[in-house]
């Protein structure tokens, strides 16, 4: 028989030595989390247990008891997951990260057309409400000539409500190669469609409700593999058009322009000063008056480092004004891989310049004054590294600019990032950004594109989606919002909303205070002015049951209200 109380074992033995019998008490030492009669250090020292995070406690029993969470249920404790690399933990809060709910920063957009290698976000736009991601490598059909998907964002969230291809889709169109969009338009790079793959445009127009094909554009005279359709370019009524491949890769470019019934090329541009495989149309850019045409393999003299072409047009046709260079002849360095234009700002990329590292990559600003582009400043990543292409492809509206670095690293991963600049003053302001689960070659920042304040990302190399540690290359893409983010009522831009605040504004307001960072936030009744209203609407809300400050509260968000008051430029989620 055998009896239990506590830490109190007896055990009786009857027959022991010839039935005379024995009465045997034992105490447990130690501690036996599943009650087997077993001390957990034997069980641990025996391997009958594992204790990962050597406290002497069987992982079995911290994952019973709740004392050690396991959020990817696979029975060992997250912090062993963590330490052991298992699992990621880029912010170092103690979750794993793929346990982690989405980012405020990112809106991961996966859509629904996704197949192994489909590169989903290879190229992305945004215009207004629509955000658009191309996926050249697959469509809804097999074979696969590629598509592009359409999210609109409704003010809250973005919904994938359309797949777009071309009319006579063939296999391996590459139909999403290059997008871009502008008001009601969006322009389509297929650069292997058509007869002997010289390329093909596609031009959609939003009619109210949806996204209908309203042309397809071919040069007049189609060059076999030009690769029409590399780089794209739309505004108002004007589209330009990079074929990068024409003419054993010296490139053209074409313009087209509306009529007011249907799209006529207009003209072509071509390289004037070489016949050599400089790239011409690896990138374009255009408005209502001025052209550029992107050579990132052309050079001055016998120095390929890159090249940009700028033309302008008086209304009856396009000439060449001048070529801008880098200012210091380093070869190969892909100046003018990506170009963006906003009135009379220019950003140019060179990805592979060196910049404290090779192939770390710079940025080119330049300024059109006294009727040409002059250089203004030039940007570096605040963390250059090797071979992170800063400057692969970038954007701008207004003061805000977003370069690509598709070969960045973060913690040791290198799954590519994405700088958002903001200018203040005669500086910017930088801003690195990363997936929220950086994964390896996932190229995070080959596309990008700002417009209405959405800044969406392409990472067509992501395996989202695949078997664990397969390279499937399903791409994926991201969105997120540049604004004047803030809390309305953190007055004191702490993070949190609180008495703290009402006292801030009133030492600012009445005492010695320090000025705060964000007016905004310190208008808690959003009524366009700072003053004793704000902290007695605070106070009352705090302590009296009073009503809310207005949005944006409790989160961090933009403000949708126009007045004079300002504060800096936050990178947030819709």
Known sequence: AVAIDGDLVVAGAPRYD????RVSAFRVFGSDCDEDLVCDSVEIATGLEADCNGNDVPDSCELVSGSSPDCNFNDVPDECDIASGTSLDIDSNGI????LEPSCSFVRLDPTELGNDSRAGWDVAVSGDYGFVSTPWISTDDP??????VFHYDGTSWTEVAVLEASDAADQDQFGWALAAHDDLLVVGARRAGPSTSGSV???RFDGNSWIEEQKLVPAFPYPQGAFGYSVDVRGDLIIVG?????GFTGASYIFRHDGSAWVQEQKLQPFDTTDSVGFGASVAIDET????????GGIGSVPTGTVYAYETDGTGWSFTEKLSPPVGVAQIRFGAGIAL????????APQAYSMAVHAGEVFLFEYLSGGWQEASSLTASDPTSSSYFGYQVDLEGDTIVSGAPGAEESGVEGGAIYVLRRDGDHYVEQKLVALVPRYGARFGTAVSIAGGHVWVGAPGDDVGCLPGADCDRGTAY?????????RGDCNNDGTFEIADSIYELDWLFGSGDEPDCDDACDINDDGAIDIGDPLYSLNYLFDGGPAPPSPFPMNSIDRTSDGLDCAAYVICP
Not at 96 to 99: L, Y
Not at 243 to 247: L, M, P
Request: with cysteine.
């Open 96 to 99: 794993p990260d793929e346990c």
């Open 342 to 349: 906003d009135g009379d700002r220019l950003v140019v990329g």
């Open 243 to 247: 074929a990068a491949g024409e003419a």
């Open 479 to 487: 969105a997120l919002e540049v604004g004047e983010g803030f809390i």
């Open 202 to 204: 596609y031009v959609f």
């Open 144 to 149: 696969a000539p590629g598509s592009v998907c």
């Open 18 to 21: 010839t039935q005379v019998g």
């Open 290 to 297: 001025r052209a550029l045409c992107g050579a990132d393999s």
